[in-house]
């Protein structure tokens, strides 16, 4: 596609349950970033990743929390045992590189409620 | 470490006059500064950016922004609002050894008839 594409556009689960969210980046794009943006909050970044290299998930908020990208398209944000604080909409983005200097693509986002 | 405060979480301005809003950032490094916008119900899109050379930096839409290190700023400008331009502003720090992006808590413009 054109763009990123995020699905689910809107997620309303139980607490406790997990939940899985799916980035499609731009293609050709090899670096790929999660962030979260709560009500009234900035986006708070969760994890990058470049190419083949480990990610970076120094912004993940707990072990509860994880995510990976297979053949270096897709991405999977995925929350085990959701919390009603995990409630935000999940923003994933894009960009042709890493690099400070470089461009992000953002797709609509997940809005995820738990309840 | 990189932060970036963003001064007014809600700006209003009747339409035809000035936009400022107000964006200053901390960093131990040479920045790269960028703001984005986004329109209701829609995705973060990149209205401008400074990396390097001209400290003036012109956007999409009628928006730019000036880069001043003596003051840690980087506002962001419009001479003469338009509804369409209701929205939320990031501002965010970037820096030439990092991947990560640094954002701002945003803006919310308001443009009145």
């Known amino acids: 596609g054109a763009g990123v594409s995020q699905s689910p556009s809107n997620k309303v689960t139980e607490k406790g349950k997990d939940v899985e969210l799916r980035c499609d980046p731009i293609?050709?794009?090899?670096?790929l970033y999660w962030y979260r943006q709560s009500l009234g909050q900035g986006l708070e970044f969760l994890i990058y990743?470049?190419?083949?290299?480990?990610?970076?998930k120094s912004g993940l908020p707990s072990d509860r929390f994880s995510a990976e990208r297979t053949g270096g398209s897709v991405s999977t944000l995925t929350i085990q045992r959701t919390q009603q604080e995990d409630s935000a909409v999940y923003l994933c983005?894009?960009?042709?590189?890493?690099?400070?200097?470089?461009?992000?693509?953002f797709g609509p986002g997940t809005r995820l409620l738990v309840l | 470490a990189q932060s970036v405060t963003q001064l007014g979480s809600h700006v209003s301005v009747s339409e035809g006059a000035l936009v400022l809003l107000r964006c200053n950032y901390s960093?131990?490094?040479?920045?790269?500064l960028f703001w984005y916008v986004q329109y209701p119900n829609q995705g973060l899109q990149l209205l401008l950016k400074?990396?390097?050379?001209?400290?003036l930096v012109k956007g999409i839409n009628g928006f730019e922004a000036e880069f001043k290190k003596s003051e840690t700023s980087f506002h962001l400008t419009k001479p003469s609002a338009h509804m369409s331009d209701a929205a939320e502003y990031f501002c965010?720090?970037?820096?030439?050894?990092?991947?990560?992006?640094?954002f701002g808590a945003g803006t919310r413009l308001f443009v009145k008839a």
């Open positions: 293609s050709g794009h090899t670096a």
């Open positions: 990743f470049q190419g083949n290299s480990a990610p970076d």
């Open positions: 965010a720090v970037s820096d030439a050894g990092g991947f990560k992006t640094i």
């Open positions: 983005a894009s960009s042709l590189m890493a690099g400070g200097t470089e461009t992000q693509y």
């Open positions: 960093s131990s490094v040479p920045p790269y």
């Open positions: 400074y990396t390097t050379g001209a400290t």
